[in-house]
Structure formats: C-alpha cells, structure tokens
C-alpha cells in the first residue's frame, strides 16, 4: 500500500470540502476543513469536544486548541483560524437545534445514544468514498488533510521548513520531507525559475 499524499492542487480539496458541504453532510464537511486547517492526525481531530474549542460560560470560540497528541504525548496548541471556526459554527448551531451541543459531546458524534465519536474506519470510508466520487488524483485519505496543511504552508505560502517541522511535532527533517510529498514536479518547478 502507498502512502497517502497531500492533495497538491487547491481546486481538488475545494471540490472535496464542497462535496459534503453541497451533500449538507455538515459534519463531514467540517472534519475536513478542520483536517486540514489544524493538521491534526486524524484520532486527535475525532477525540475533539465542544469544550476544547468553544468556551460555553462565555459564549465564544477559544482561540486556541490545547491538547496532548494520542500518538507523540506531546502537548500542542493550535490555533483555530477564521476558516475552521466558520465551519465549526455552522455545525455548532445545528447542534445546538438538535440539543446535543455542550462541552462534553464529540464534536464529530456518531448520533448514537452511546454519544460516541466516529470511529478511524468511518471517517477513512467518508474520505475514500468522496475522493472516488470526485475522482481526485493521488492516494487520498484521512492523513492527507494534515499533509496538505503542510504541503500549502511550503508551496503557496513559503513557510520555512523548520517551522512547518515544528507546527507538526516531528523531531526529524526527513520526516516533514516526506510529509511535504515534494514530487519531481516541484524539482522542475525550482529549474524553470531560474532565468534572467
């Protein structure tokens, strides 16, 4: 099996978040945008409640996601951006219809009685499924929204390496390498600018 990879091209992960959003699959639309705006790992996005994002005493979003990784222990703090919370609020005030909004319930809930979150394997089929009907290029998965967080800090915005090692946690250069998912096509990218 390959290794997944980010999703290169901004129209392609466009297309995969208005695939749920158009669906009104809110919850599907907001784990992606939520992916890939955070970089989370998946298992640290779906262990997410209301209350690590929205500060229920005094009616607002938090700034900031405060968490320890399941994966590294380490402890993280991410900023929750426009677009993230944008999204979140969509969802929150459905929830909120629906009563199942307070600080303790899974952002990501399964809708069950047992008020779980989704489990790896279904949020993997939502992504897979859509990837498919949308017919995106490359090895897409759950995975890829925390690689193209990356991959468009380095390629659109040029956010130095070392900083985006350090916004992922990693301890080693040559694995934010592969995380970037830099192909030759960005090799020949670098050769063509060189002119005068």
Not at 21 to 38: H, S
């Amino acid at each position: 099996m390959s290794a997944t990879e980010p999703i290169r091209k901004k129209k392609d992960l466009k297309k995969l978040i208005e695939y749920f959003e158009e669906k009104g699959q809110i919850r599907n639309y907001v784990m992606v945008v939520v992916g890939f705006a955070t970089g989370l790992r998946i298992t640290d996005e779906l262990n997410l409640t209301w209350g690590d994002v929205y500060d229920f005493d005094n009616d607002r979003f938090r700034t900031h996601i405060d968490l320890t990784e399941q994966k590294t222990k380490k402890t993280k703090q991410i900023k929750i951006n426009y677009f993230a919370r944008e999204a979140l609020q969509k969802l929150l005030e459905l929830r909120k219809k629906q009563e199942t909004a307070a600080a303790h319930n899974y952002i990501f809930s399964n809708g069950r009685e047992n008020e779980n979150h989704i489990s790896r394997v279904h949020a993997w089929r939502l992504i897979t499924n859509a990837v498919k009907a949308l017919a995106l290029p490359g090895h897409i998965a759950c995975h890829s929204l925390r690689k193209t967080l990356g991959y468009y800090a380095w390629k659109y915005e040029h956010v130095p390496e070392i900083v985006i090692m350090g916004l992922y946690n990693h301890c080693s250069y040559e694995v934010t390498k592969r995380y970037l998912g830099i192909i030759q096509d960005d090799y020949d990218a670098v050769y063509d600018a060189m002119v005068l």
